[in-house]
Nanobody
Framework: QVQLVESGGGSVQAGGSLTLSCAASSYTNCMGWFRQAPGKEREGVASIYTSGGTTYVDSVKGRFTISQDNAKNTVTLQMNDLKPEDTARYYC????????????????????WGPGTQVTISS
């Protein structure tokens, strides 16, 4: 069992930045960030494989960066140029993937989930 705890959410104005962090109780080779706005399905935002390979949803490319510290079992999501449509509850998730191509943005394949942290962007 892997426990995940997110931190770093908050409220900022459009154009601002936030950094989300996720601490895992043990190592997994694939971690991702997901978000869910009220009335919407959970959406994959970014994922990272242990080798460093990353995947992003198109709407955040060029604005968000996912990174990891394997020694500390942490993953970070740097979010820049935030927009009101980025408002959601953000969740960290982890799984054991067979390879980088399986470390993707489908919520259903992730095994472990954190409780989430709220991100609110005002216009």
């Amino acid at each position: 069992q892997v426990q995940l705890v997110e931190s770093g959410g908050g409220s900022v104005q459009a154009g601002g930045s936030l950094t989300l962090s996720c601490a895992a109780s043990s190592y997994t080779n694939c971690m991702g960030w997901f978000r869910q706005a009220p009335g919407k399905e959970r959406e994959g935002v970014a994922s990272i494989y242990t080798s460093g390979g990353t995947t992003y949803v198109d709407s955040v490319k060029g604005r968000f960066t996912i990174s990891q510290d394997n020694a500390k079992n942490t993953v970070t999501l740097q979010m820049n140029d935030l927009k009101p449509e980025d408002t959601a509850r953000y969740y960290c998730a982890a799984r054991t993937a067979l390879g980088s191509r399986w470390c993707d943005l489908r919520p259903g394949v992730y095994t472990y989930w954190g409780p989430g942290t709220q991100v609110t962007i005002s216009s």
